[in-house]
C-alpha cells in the first residue's frame, strides 16, 4: 500500500466512478430480475424456457468436457512428456484461439453441411446415394466452439504441469507411483485450479457466443436475447432473459476466482523449473504425435486453408469484394475502444497502486467483472438505462424549453464504446496492472519525497515505464473489439457495419464463401494476440 | 569380503552430462541402519550421486546395489518406485492439496485401513506431530514441513532412505535443532540412510560416516572424528573446519618445525627428516599465553561471545588462527603469546618446496 496516509485521496473517486459505470449495466439487467413481468415470464416458460434450458445445459456440459479431455492431455503431453515434435506443437496448439467460433462455425457447415464436399463425396458411395448426415446438431456445435476454446484449458494446464517442478513428481515415484499413476493422483490434482480456472474461461465465452450458434441456429439464451429485441421488438423479455444467464455467469466468475486465490498453496514450483520430461518412445512418441497433428489439422490447419482457398475463389470470380469501408469502420472503432479502455486502465491501475486496500481491490474487481458478461446481455444492459437518460433529458429539454429534441446518446457510436469498454476493461487493465505492480514502490515514495504530486507521477515514472505493457493492452484490446460481435450488432448506428457485422449477415443468408475473406482478415488479426501470447509463454 | 550386512553397494560409478563428467568413479558402501552423509561445495555432483542412486538418472558405467539386487548398471535400471526406497527433498516436495495424514499415508500400499491409520499415527508420534495430522503443508512452518517429509518417506518402510539437502530451506537455529531430532528419528526408526549436504555441521551431527566429495569423486569417506582430525588430502583439510595451513620441514621422527616453533606429535604420514611438509593448525590447537615466548601478531578478531577467533600473523608472515576465551581481549595489531599444543600433526606433502 503506498500513501496510505492520505485520507482523503482524490484518486479513489477514480475506482468508485468506474464501478459504477460497470455497475449500472449488471444493476439494470438484476432489477428486470426483481421486478419480473408476470406476462412476459408465463410466456418464455411455455415457449422458450425449456428449449434454452436445456440446449445451454448440453452445450456448457459438452464444452467443458471436450475441452476438458483435449486440453489437459495436450497439456500434459507438451508441458510434461517429450516426444518428436515438442516444441514445434508447444506453441502452434495455441493457434486456433485466433480462429473466432462464428468463422470456425461456418467453415464447418461449408464443408460439412448437406451440399458440402464431405457429404457429396460420402453419397456418391454405393449404397450410401441417400444417406444424410445433419451436421447442425449439438455435437457438432460444441465440437466446433470447443475446437476455438480448448487453447484456455491448453495454455494454463501446460504452465501449471511444467511448474509443478520435478520434485513432485520424483517423490510420488519413490512412494511407489509409476509416471500414469503419478499423473492422476499427483498431477492432475494439483492443477485442479489451473484447469478449473481455464474452464470457467471457457465456459463464459460459451455462454457468451452468439455468432456461432446463431449460425448453427442452435437456441441458447444470447440468440434469444437477440430475437427477442431485434425479432420481437421486446426490450423487456431480451432483459428477462438476460438477468437468467447474468447469473450463471457471475457463478462462473466467482468459481473461477475462488480456484485462482487457491493457486498459490497448490504452488509448487520453488523446485526450481528443470523439469525431467516423461520420454515417450517408440510406437507411444509416434501415436502422441500423431494426435496432437490430427488436433492441429481439424482445429487450424484445414480451417485456415479452405478460409484462403474461398477467398481465392470469390476474388478470382471478380465479384465486388471491396471490404475497404468494413476495414475502416472496425479498425477506428476498434482504436478508439483500444485507446480509451487502456486510458481507463491506466487511471484504474494507478488508483490501485496508490491505495490498495480491500475495498478498492474489491471494486476493480467489480469494474473489471464485464469479460464475463456475455455481449448481448451487456447490450441489453447498456441500452436500456440510455433509452431511459434519453427520455429523461428530453422531457426535461421539452419542458424548459418547449422544445423536441432527438435521441441524445441513442444510436451513437459513445453508446458502443461504453459497452466496449465494459466487456473488455479486464483485458486492458490486466496486462496494464502487471506491468505497473512490476515498477518498485520506492519509486513513487522517491517521486513523493522529491514534491511531484500523484498526476507528475504517473506522467512522468509510471507512463514511460508501462509502455511495454500498454502496448499489449492496446494491441489485445484492439483485436478484442474487431472480434466482437454481439455488441456491435446490436449497438451499432446505421451505417456502422463492422467485419463481425458483415459475416453474420453473410452467413445468415448461408454465403459462406463470401464470409471467407472478411473471415480471413479477423483470423489475421487474431493471430497477432496469439503471437504475442506464445512469445510470452517461451520466455 | 563383503559383509553380510551391506545394505547400499556403490560400485564404481561413472556419469556424465553431454561430455561433462559429473561423477568419476564413485564407490561407497553403507552397513544396514547406518546413517552416510555426502558433503561437498555445491556442484560437486553429490546431488546427482543421489539422484542416480534414486533411479532419476542412468549411469555410464558401474552398478548400484540396493539389499543385494543391482538396480542401476550401464545397460538396466529399475524405476525409483520399485527400488524400495524413500526420499525427503530438498523443497520436501510435499503434495499441496493433500492434507499431513494423506501425505504421509501416501506412499503405504496397505488395503487395510486401520493398519494404515495405525502408521500414520506411529509416524505422527514419531516426527512429533501428533495434532497437526488434518492441517495442509501450506498451513504449517518450515520445519514442521520437513518433518512431514520425513515422515512419509519413512511410511512405505523403505530399506534405504535418501535426504538431498534436507536442512538448507531452514533458518539456522532450527536448522541445528532438527539435525539431532531428525539423527534421532533415523535411528529410532533404524534405517539406512544417506544424506546429502553442503553444510559440515549437518554432516558431523547427523551421519555415522562422512564422504567428503570434490568435482565428482569421493576423496575420503571416513567418521566425522576423522574427516576433521585426520583429514587425508589438502582438499580435504581446507573445506573441513577452519585451520591453517603453514609450512615446515620434518627434523626428526614426530618432529617438525615451523613457523610456531618445533612441534612434537604424532605425524599422520611417515616422513624422513629434512622432508618439506604443509601443516594443518586448528583453531583450538593454538593456545593463548600471554607468557609465551613464541608471539603473533593481531590481524583480524571475530568475537563469538564465549571466545574470540583470532587471526594471527606469524614471524614468518604466515596466518594461523587461534581460538581464545573472550575474557582475554586483544587489540588488532597486538603482539600476543602463543602456545602450539598440536598432539597429531596433520601433514601432506608440501608442493611448494622452495622454502
Redesign the interface.
Known amino acids: 500500500m503506498i500513501f496510505n496516509n492520505c485520507k482523503r485521496d482524490p484518486w479513489r473517486y477514480i475506482v468508485w466512478v468506474l464501478a459504477a459505470f460497470v455497475i449500472i449495466p449488471l444493476a439494470t439487467i438484476f432489477s428486470s430480475f426483481l421486478t419480473p413481468e408476470k406476462e412476459i415470464w408465463e410466456h418464455l416458460a411455455t415457449t422458450l424456457l425449456p428449449e434454452l434450458l436445456t440446449n445451454t445445459f448440453i452445450l456448457v456440459t459438452g464444452v467443458a468436457s471436450f475441452t476438458v479431455v483435449l486440453g489437459v492431455s495436450l497439456g500434459w503431453f507438451t508441458g510434461a512428456c517429450d516426444f518428436p515434435g515438442r516444441r514445434f506443437f508447444s506453441w502452434s496448439l495455441a493457434l486456433p484461439m485466433a480462429l473466432p467460433a462464428y468463422v470456425m462455425a461456418f467453415i464447418f457447415l461449408g464443408l460439412m453441411d448437406f451440399s458440402g464436399p464431405l457429404q457429396r463425396l460420402i453419397r456418391t458411395l454405393p449404397g450410401l446415394e441417400n444417406q444424410m448426415i445433419e451436421v447442425r446438431t449439438a455435437p457438432f456445435v460444441i465440437i466446433v466452439i470447443g475446437l476455438t476454446l480448448y487453447p484456455y484449458v491448453y495454455l494454463l494446464s501446460r504452465a501449471s504441469f511444467m511448474n509443478q ?1 520435478r ?2 513428481l ?9 509416471p500414469t499413476q503419478a499423473f492422476f ?2 498431477a492432475l ?2 492443477s ?1 485450479p489451473w484447469i478449473v480456472s481455464g474452464l470457467a474461461l471457457v465456459l463464459m465465452e460459451t455462454l457468451a457466443d452468439f455468432g456461432a450458434v446463431s449460425i448453427f441456429n442452435y437456441n441458447t439464451f444470447t440468440t434469444a436475447i437477440y430475437k427477442s429485441w431485434f425479432g420481437f421488438f421486446s426490450l423487456k423479455a431480451a432483459a428477462q432473459l438476460s438477468s437468467l444467464l447474468v447469473f450463471f455467469a457471475l457463478a462462473l466468475v466467482m468459481i473461477e476466482g475462488l480456484y485462482r486465490s487457491r493457486m498459490r ?4 514450483s ?2 526450481g523449473p528443470v523439469h ?1 520430461r516423461l520420454q515417450l518412445r517408440s510406437w507411444k512418441g509416434v501415436a502422441v504425435t500423431a494426435y496432437c497433428s490430427m488436433i492441429l489439422t481439424i482445429a487450424f490447419i484445414v480451417p485456415l486453408v479452405q478460409l484462403i482457398v474461398w477467398s481465392l475463389e470469390v476474388i478470382q470470380s471478380g465479384e465486388s469484394v471491396n471490404y475497404f469501408n468494413y476495414i475502416l469502420k472496425t479498425l477506428i472503432l476498434g482504436a478508439a475502444a483500444a485507446a480509451l479502455i487502456c486510458f481507463v486502465s491506466i487511471l484504474l491501475a494507478y488508483a490501485r497502486r496508490r491505495d490498495s486496500s480491500k475495498i478498492n481491490r474489491f471494486l476493480c474487481r467489480v469494474a473489471t467483472i464485464g469479460y464475463a458478461l456475455p455481449g448481448t446481455v451487456l447490450a441489453v444492459g447498456i441500452v436500456i438505462p440510455v433509452v431511459w437518460g434519453d427520455n429523461f433529458v428530453q422531457k426535461t429539454i421539452s419542458f424548459l424549453f418547449n422544445f423536441e429534441s432527438g435521441p441524445i446518446l441513442q444510436g451513437t457510436v459513445a453508446v458502443m464504446l461504453g459497452a466496449y469498454l465494459v466487456r473488455f476493461l479486464a483485458v486492458g487493465f490486466g496486462s496494464i496492472d502487471s506491468a505497473m505492480q512490476n515498477i518498485k514502490p520506492s519509486l513513487d515514495e522517491a517521486a513523493a519525497i522529491l514534491g511531484k504530486r500523484g498526476r507528475e507521477t504517473l506522467w512522468k515514472i509510471h507512463f514511460p515505464l508501462l509502455q511495454k505493457g500498454l502496448l499489449t493492452a492496446l494491441v489485445l484490446t484492439l483485436v478484442d473489439v474487431i472480434k466482437e460481435m454481439p455488441i456491435t450488432l446490436m449497438t451499432r448506428p446505421f451505417g456502422w457495419d463492422t467485419l463481425a457485422v458483415k459475416i453474420y449477415e453473410l452467413t445468415s443468408e448461408g454465403e459462406w464463401m463470401r464470409a471467407a475473406l472478411p473471415g480471413l482478415y479477423l483470423v489475421i488479426a487474431g493471430m497477432i494476440p496469439v503471437f504475442i501470447l506464445i512469445r510470452k509463454m517461451e520466455k | 569380503m563383503q559383509l553380510d550386512n551391506t545394505l547400499l553397494k556403490v560400485n564404481d560409478i561413472y556419469k556424465s552430462f553431454d561430455r561433462d563428467d559429473v561423477i568419476k568413479g564413485v564407490s561407497l558402501e553403507l552397513n544396514e541402519g547406518e546413517i552416510g552423509c555426502l558433503l561437498g561445495p555445491s556442484g560437486c555432483g553429490k546431488t546427482t550421486l543421489l539422484r542416480i542412486i534414486a533411479g532419476f538418472e542412468i549411469v555410464q558405467r558401474g552398478e548400484v546395489i540396493i539389499a543385494g539386487q543391482q538396480v542401476s548398471s550401464g545397460s538396466k535400471i529399475v524405476p525409483p518406485e520399485q527400488r524400495n526406497i524413500g526420499m525427503v527433498f530438498q523443497d520436501y516436495a510435499l503434495f499441496p492439496h493433500l492434507s499431513v495424514i494423506e501425505n504421509i499415508a501416501f506412499g503405504i500400499s496397505k488395503s487395510d485401513r486401520r493398519a494404515r491409520r495405525k502408521t500414520v499415527d506411529h509416524l505422527l508420534e514419531l516426527v512429533g506431530l501428533e495434532g497437526a495430522g488434518k492441517a495442509y503443508p501450506h498451513e504449517l512452518s518450515g520445519g514442521q514441513q520437513q518433518r512431514v517429509a520425513l515422515a512419509r518417506a519413512l511410511a512405505p518402510e523403505p530399506k534405504l532412505l535418501l535426504l538431498d539437502e534436507p536442512f538448507s530451506n531452514l533458518d539456522v537455529t532450527l536448522r541445528e535443532k532438527l539435525t539431532v531430532e531428525v539423527r534421532d528419528i533415523l535411528k529410532a526408526s533404524g534405517i539406512t540412510a544417506l544424506m546429502v549436504t553442503h553444510n559440515q555441521f549437518e554432516a558431523f551431527s547427523v551421519a555415522d560416516s562422512v564422504g567428503v566429495i570434490f568435482s565428482g569423486s569421493i576423496c575420503q569417506w571416513d567418521s566425522a572424528y576423522n574427516i576433521y582430525h585426520n583429514p587425508e588430502t589438502l582438499e580435504v583439510a581446507r573445506f573441513v573446519g577452519d585451520g591453517a595451513i603453514i609450512r615446515g620441514v620434518v627434523t626428526g621422527p614426530n618432529q617438525v618445525s615451523c613457523g610456531l616453533g618445533e612441534l612434537s606429535g604424532n605425524l599422520s604420514l611417515p616422513c624422513d627428516s629434512g622432508c618439506h611438509v604443509d601443516l594443518l593448525v586448528r583453531p583450538e590447537d593454538v593456545l593463548h599465553d600471554d607468557h609465551s615466548e613464541v608471539g603473533a601478531q593481531v590481524v583480524h578478531k571475530s568475537f563469538r561471545g564465549p571466545n574470540t577467533l583470532y587471526k594471527l600473523e606469524l614471524s614468518t608472515s604466515e596466518i594461523c588462527l587461534a581460538l581464545v576465551s573472550s575474557h582475554h581481549n586483544h587489540q588488532l595489531g597486538e603482539q600476543i603469546g602463543i602456545v602450539p599444543e598440536v598432539e597429531n600433526l596433520v601433514v601432506f606433502p608440501s608442493v611448494n618446496k622452495l622454502l
Open positions: 517442478g520434485a513432485i520424483e517423490a510420488s515415484r519413490t512412494l511407489g507411483m509409476n493422483k499427483v490434482p494439483i485442479r498453496y497448490f504452488d509448487t520453488h523446485g525431467s
